[in-house]
Nanobody, 123 residues
């Protein structure tokens, strides 16, 4: 079993930055891929970014490519999402996920989820 807890969300102005963290506990020795998803009110959940266990491969949604960076520190059992040049359209609840996704952007194939952290970007 793996428990995931997100932190770092908040209210920022457009153009600002935030760094989200996802701390894992439990079966942290497993070589899980990790990902971030987001969901705004009235909208479907969408893929944001994913990273392999080693960190050697990363994947991004087109909407965040060049602005967001996903990384992980396995020694700290933590995954990060650095968000720069934030836009009002980035406003959503951001959740982290762990598992063996297939494909990497498929939420249905992740095994563990955090409860999410709110990110609000004002115009």
């Amino acid at each position: 079993q793996v428990q995931l807890v997100e932190s770092g969300g908040g209210l920022v102005q457009a153009g600002g930055s935030l760094r989200l963290s996802c701390a894992a506990s439990g079966r942290t020795f497993s070589r899980y891929a990790m990902a971030w998803f987001r969901q705004a009110p009235g909208k479907e959940r969408e893929f944001v970014a994913a990273i392999t266990w080693s960190g050697s491969s990363t994947y991004y949604a087109d909407s965040v490519k060049g602005r967001f960076t996903i990384s992980r520190d396995n020694a700290k059992n933590t995954v990060y999402l650095q968000m720069n040049s934030l836009k009002p359209g980035d406003t959503a609840i951001y959740s982290c996920a762990a598992g063996y996704p297939h494909p990497y952007y498929s939420a249905e194939t992740y095994d563990y989820w955090g409860q999410g952290t709110q990110v609000t970007v004002s115009s």
